[in-house]
């Protein structure tokens, strides 16, 4: 039987009458973990933030200077710290926020990404979804607040621009991308015999043996089709997103809150809701239960692991890092940050079936699960209208089209975008002032789609 609710003394009523400053604290882990391809309305024409070119934080002065002046600072425990514009810097910065622990490139060289720069690129052009005017890919940068954007094809760049935040040796928040990071080393593990999908959650980990997590199967979690009693509305103040926002919480908590005080704590305290398998839901809580498997299965964190079997052996050029909870565990839902190149080369690693330099670093089965896809009818009960045909397998979300293309996807517009038959991949970081895709998805997926589909041709006409 699932457990009980825990009493929590500030209970999520009360916090949604606490100060701005209040709920904010507590909202990091809600904000980093949106649903990569939540419903939002657009901006409408009254309230419309600025422009990319007038939101950039070098030009509003986001902490610059030594130090920076009294109104230009930016602290974790500003009630606004994380909101549009001042999110487009701290898109860059988290680890001067907050804990961090660190994922190595180790000590050996960085594996070389050749470049021919293709200039013709900028001038592409394509409709966004639902409009009858043309855009150029140029003109999708700035509409979508873009960090920077990489473009590989077959391993070469061809494409790659920075802006606002990010240049080429920076580091930027992943956002939900994390998910299918985490999902991509589930998948590893369940390739190689290590973790048993057919197994319930709750005889991995006892401690879940009472929650609704503990009937589950790991492949209902990697697929997001567990029946959990928790909803990430985040206006609703009585969604459970807040509960688990507190718990992951670095800050010292409330007066009065007696609520868990970590990201697996919470897990021991999430409810049932329906039957698991039959309809795919998008929880960020999922992801921090199959991080939990993967560090009682293998005795190492998300962050080991990664760095361990993937980070370097890729030939990353960068050290990446995940936020932490206040136990230190890596938020596996939504922690991950990177530098753009980087992440790149995971995407690389994908399409080349897990092989770097002809040595196997993933299971070509695992990355083959993955682009099969899910279950499109249980895919479907979740109402992403954007994303009609599409599925979600292993944290990804596989698009079903006639290239095979396959994406992690973040709020605020991360993305990583793989396309197998074009043999393209695409890697951005974005600082968009509409966190759900709902509000970039138009313009985003038609314009990699565009890219994508040109390249594939232009090596057909050479």
């Not at 939990?292 to 050290?319: F, K, M, Y």
Request: proline letters at 6%.
């Amino acid at each position: 039987m699932p457990v009980s609710r825990p009493r929590i003394a500030l209970s999520r009523a009360r916090l949604s009458q606490a100060s701005p400053r209040a709920r904010l604290a507590v909202a990091l882990v809600a904000m980093l973990a949106l649903p990569g391809a939540t419903t939002a309305a657009p901006v409408s024409p009254a309230s419309s933030p600025l422009s990319a070119e007038a939101s950039d934080p070098k030009l509003l002065g986001w902490m610059q200077g030594a130090p920076p002046p009294e109104d230009k600072r930016i602290r974790y425990t500003d009630d606004d710290y994380f909101s549009f514009p001042k999110l487009r810097w701290t898109a860059c910065h988290f680890r001067q926020l907050m804990p961090t622990v660190g994922v190595s490139r180790g000590a050996g060289a960085a594996r070389a990404l050749p470049r021919r720069l293709d200039a013709a690129i900028d001038a592409l052009s394509f409709t966004p979804t639902g409009s009858s005017t043309g855009m150029t890919w140029a003109q999708s940068l700035s509409a979508n607040y873009t960090d920077g954007i990489v473009v590989l094809h077959d391993g070469v760049v061809v494409y790659e621009r920075y802006s606002g935040c990010l240049d080429e040796q920076g580091q930027h928040g992943a956002m939900s991308v994390t998910k299918s990071i985490t999902g991509l080393l589930g998948e590893m593990l369940v390739a190689e015999g290590v973790i048993d999908e057919t197994q319930r959650v709750g005889a991995i980990i006892p401690e879940l043996k009472d929650s609704a997590f503990g009937d589950a199967t790991v492949k209902q979690v990697l697929e997001m089709t567990t029946a959990l009693r928790y909803s990430e509305d985040y206006a609703d103040p009585n969604a459970e997103v807040w509960a688990y926002a507190a718990a992951g919480s670095t800050l010292p908590p409330p007066a009065g809150y007696t609520g868990p005080r970590s990201y697996y704590d919470y897990l021991k305290t999430v409810q049932k809701q329906g039957r698991h398998g039959e309809a795919f839901g998008y929880k960020t809580i999922n992801t921090d239960a199959l991080g939990w498997i993967i560090a009682r299965r293998t005795g190492q964190s998300v962050a080991q692991l990664l760095q361990s079997r993937i980070w370097q052996r890729i030939g990353a050029e960068q050290d990446a890092y995940y936020t932490v909870d206040s136990t230190g565990t890596p938020f596996a839902g939504g922690g991950f940050n990177a530098g753009l190149r980087d992440l790149a080369r995971v995407g690389q690693l994908l399409l080349d079936e897990g092989k770097v330099d002809g040595q196997t670093v993933v299971p070509a089965a695992a990355i083959d699960r993955i682009r099969a896809g899910g279950n499109t009818q249980a895919f479907a009960k979740a109402g992403y209208p954007q994303l009609s045909g599409w599925s979600y397998r292993g944290m990804w979300w596989i698009s079903h089209n006639d290239h095979g293309a396959y994406m992690a996807r973040g709020v605020h517009g991360q993305a990583l975008y793989i396309d197998p038959t074009a043999r393209v991949v695409i890697a951005r970081f974005g600082s968009h002032p509409v966190a759900g895709n709902s509000a970039n998805d138009p313009t985003t997926l038609p314009a990699f789609d565009a890219v994508a589909r040109y390249l594939m041709e232009r090596d057909r006409g050479q």
